[in-house]
């Protein structure tokens, strides 16, 4: 895949077959669409090209608006590069493009990109008006010399809702990540979802109880964090190249030792070793209990000792 920036008035005229949005997560229901253009674009010999931005566009139209992404940039990008698709226009978000008309914006991917096709989601809304419908963009299509299709949800059955068909979505993902869902969320994704952050100093509440662990800072904090509660990780560490290990990460404030702000706590099995300032990615691999406060620390303990067998017996069904 090659990433293009546009930044000004740069052409790229390669006749394509494109798809423009946010792609955060870069999820089932976005591979599916990715998947159509790629297949559109080989059928008429053209390029298949992914029109994104470089930020979420409410963080530019609304400035208080706090994001809760499922990728960073660079995360999407290289998740983007696996689907196969020839060219990423990375767009720049500014007021002034937010201020553009879904005509104009149109205009500019047909005038600087070279689109000929624009495949659109089911639910894919651009330009200024938001309330402009597919028709809108069909008719606007015709008076610019561009082909404006339209492409079907993609959906997965989840047992979350009742097993019922659910229209795949980030914002569905964000839904079952808040809820503590980690394992339906990597159905939807495709990937077990992850974080990544620097090892800071803790409190060594868990090198008292047995359980040495590495408390982690975000890289970047607009990222989700999952609910609160005990997990089942995979663990990549900056300094161990391509090992992964297995972990168990608890999300929350400790209610077992007073009140504490909410911490981030990876314990990672088999290993030994200074982790301070070191960068780690985790993971999600299943949910094994809620946060709760235990009536003393042999309690805690004990219930450490059963996480522990829980992600052993995890991390054996994960090698099959």
Request: proline letters at 3%; glycine letters at 6%.
């Given at each position: 895949?090659?990433?293009?920036?546009?930044?000004?008035?740069?052409?790229?005229?390669v006749?394509?077959?494109?798809?423009?949005?946010?792609?955060?997560?870069?999820?089932?229901?976005?591979?599916f669409?990715?998947?159509?253009?790629?297949?559109?674009?080989?059928?008429?010999?053209?390029?298949?090209?992914v029109?994104t931005?470089?930020?979420?566009?409410?963080?530019?139209?609304?400035?208080?608006?706090?994001?809760?992404?499922?990728?960073?940039?660079?995360?999407?990008?290289?998740?983007?590069?696996?689907?196969g698709?020839?060219?990423?226009?990375?767009?720049?978000?500014?007021?002034?493009?937010?201020?553009?008309?879904?005509?104009?914006?149109?205009?500019?991917?047909?005038?600087q990109?070279?689109?000929?096709?624009l495949?659109?989601?089911?639910?894919?809304?651009?330009g200024?008006?938001?309330?402009?419908?597919?028709?809108?963009?069909?008719?606007?299509?015709?008076?610019?010399?561009?082909?404006?299709?339209?492409?079907?949800?993609?959906?997965?059955?989840?047992s979350?809702?009742?097993?019922q068909?659910?229209?795949?979505?980030?914002?569905?993902?964000r839904?079952?990540?808040?809820?503590?869902?980690?394992?339906?969320?990597a159905?939807?994704?495709?990937?077990?979802?992850?974080?990544?952050?620097?090892?800071?100093?803790?409190?060594?509440?868990?090198?008292?109880?047995?359980?040495?662990?590495?408390?982690?800072?975000?890289?970047?904090?607009?990222?989700?964090?999952?609910?609160?509660?005990?997990?089942?990780?995979?663990?990549?560490?900056?300094?161990g190249?391509?090992?992964?290990?297995?972990?168990?990460?608890?999300?929350?404030?400790?209610?077992?030792?007073?009140?504490?702000?909410?911490?981030?706590?990876?314990?990672?099995?088999?290993?030994?070793?200074?982790?301070?300032?070191?960068?780690?990615?985790?993971?999600?691999?299943?949910?094994?209990?809620?946060?709760?406060?235990?009536?003393?620390?042999e309690?805690?303990k004990?219930?450490?000792?059963?996480?522990r067998?829980?992600?052993?017996s995890?991390?054996?069904?994960?090698?099959?």
């Open positions: 895949m090659k990433t293009l920036i546009l930044n000004g008035k740069e052409r790229y005229n006749p394509c077959v494109a798809t423009i949005g946010m792609f955060d997560g870069v999820h089932r229901g976005h591979r669409v990715l998947s159509q253009i790629c297949d559109d674009a080989k059928k008429r010999q053209m390029a298949s090209m029109i931005f470089d930020q979420h566009p409410r963080e530019v139209v609304q400035t208080d608006w706090k994001p809760q992404l499922l990728t960073t940039f660079d995360e999407r990008m290289r998740l983007l590069a696996e689907t698709i020839d060219y990423c226009v990375v767009l720049p978000f500014t007021k002034e493009m937010a201020a553009l008309s879904a005509h104009d914006f149109m205009q500019l991917m047909a005038d990109l070279g689109v000929k096709v495949m659109t989601g089911y639910d894919n809304r651009f200024h008006h938001r309330h402009d419908t597919f028709e809108d963009y069909v008719r606007y299509g015709e008076e610019i010399g561009m082909e404006v299709k339209q492409l079907p949800a993609c959906h997965s059955q989840l979350t809702f009742n097993s068909l659910s229209e795949i979505s980030s914002s569905l993902i839904r079952l990540l808040s809820a503590g869902n980690v394992e339906e969320a159905q939807c994704l495709t990937y077990y979802y992850s974080i990544t952050g620097e090892v800071v100093k803790g409190e060594h509440i868990g090198t008292t109880l047995g359980f040495p662990t590495a408390n982690l800072q975000l890289n970047d904090p607009r990222k989700l964090i999952p609910a609160a509660g005990v997990y089942a990780v995979r663990c990549l560490m900056e300094e190249g391509s090992k992964m290990y297995i972990g168990m990460m608890n999300i929350g404030t400790r209610p077992t030792f007073g009140d504490h702000p909410q911490t981030l706590e990876v314990h990672i099995l088999d290993y030994e070793g200074d982790l301070y300032g070191q960068e780690i990615t985790v993971s999600f691999m299943e949910r094994l209990r809620e946060e709760r406060h235990f009536n003393s620390e309690e805690l004990a219930q450490l000792k059963e996480d067998k829980a992600v052993h995890l991390e054996i069904k994960d090698k099959r």
